[in-house]
């Protein structure tokens, strides 16, 4: 998808694709409830214990991150035994990571040890990391899962484009259900690379078509019901059916890409950069799971997650209905 293009997912006829299962690998957030504030600040991941065991060596700092947030993610949705084993369809399920730094530390190190001790220097165990497509592989080899498996790292729209990516290969039924991951590290390369202290954060979320899970019992926590991706915020909102006529209840917002115009009518306002720090690719996918968490609660009308603006190259924006 092009920064001048526009894409959208409003065909009446398609597959309705729904929100089955959410989980965080995120410090000082418990659930994803919390994302609608305020913000506890305490418990939630511990960055300590969970990013350590025998299953995690060998992997860098955002893959274990994904991994964790992956395993509760599927557990919520009902597709993991007792022994953490996947239990749906491997052979179509799809891995859809954004990531826009999740291995630059990697990829930065090795690129040190060439200039210091030459190629023979390299590890062959640290080499795989390099790969921008690491993290989605790992989660796939953790739950052999077969399907389509990519990632996507184009900038602060990448949350929200990942999640249409999914959702448009379980449309097209080249999937049957997708992991989205949304993951960046906090490291110091990381953290010079922004020109502010980097996040460590984690989200993942299951998505099904809505009647394979009404089949097997799955509670839909939510509807993705709209998606463009276009060269400023006016002209995504209005590809995605988002009018200023129409209101939402709640508008998970990209504050300083957005401007300071308000563009439409929202109940509510959360700027999730602006409690958590930055988030880059981990933004849209974290957006959608304070979406199901608005959804699931008593609040009324509909969600729109929207990200980049003026100070960027693209927008993109997700609209999220029961």
């Known amino acids: ?142 739950y052999r899962l077969r399907g389509p498996n990519l990632t996507v790292c184009n900038g602060v729209t990448s949350g929200l484009d990942a999640l249409a990516w999914a959702r448009s290969l379980i449309v097209a039924r080249r999937a049957e259900a997708a992991v989205v991951v949304g993951v960046e590290p906090a490291n110091d390369v990381v953290t010079k690379m922004l020109g502010e202290q980097s996040t460590d954060a984690a989200v993942a979320v299951v998505l099904e078509p809505a009647d394979a899970a009404a089949s097997r019992g799955a509670r839909p926590r939510a509807t993705i019901t709209g998606y463009a991706r276009a060269r400023n915020l006016a ?46 690719g981990a933004l849209g996918v974290l957006q959608c799971a304070a979406a199901a968490a608005h959804l699931e609660s008593d609040a009324t009308g509909n969600v729109l997650a929207t990200a980049g603006g003026p100070r960027h190259d693209a927008a993109s924006a997700l609209l999220l209905t029961p």
């Open 1 to 142: 998808m092009s920064t001048t293009s526009t894409a959208h997912t409003r065909n009446p006829n398609a597959r309705e694709v729904v929100v089955t299962g959410i989980g965080l690998a995120l410090p000082g957030v418990a659930t994803y409830g919390d994302l609608l504030g305020p913000l506890p600040g305490v418990g939630g991941f511990d960055l300590a214990t969970g990013l350590s065991g025998r299953e995690m060596r060998h992997k860098d700092r955002a893959s274990r991150l994904a991994l964790r947030a992956a395993e509760s993610a599927l557990h919520d949705a009902g597709l993991t035994d007792a022994h953490a084993t996947f239990t749906g369809a491997a052979d179509s399920t799809a891995v859809v990571v954004s990531t826009n730094l999740g291995n630059a530390d990697s990829v930065c190190e090795a690129i040190d040890t060439i200039t210091r001790a030459g190629v023979r220097g390299l590890s062959p165990l640290g080499l795989p990391q390099t790969s921008s497509n690491v993290i989605a592989g790992w989660v796939a080899i953790r």
């Open 235 to 280: 002209a995504a909102l209005a590809s995605a059916g988002v009018t200023e006529e129409k209101s939402v209840g709640l508008w998970l917002v990209d504050e300083a890409g957005a401007g300071p115009g308000h563009l439409l009518v929202a109940t509510r306002r959360i700027d999730l950069e602006a409690q958590l720090g930055p988030l880059s």
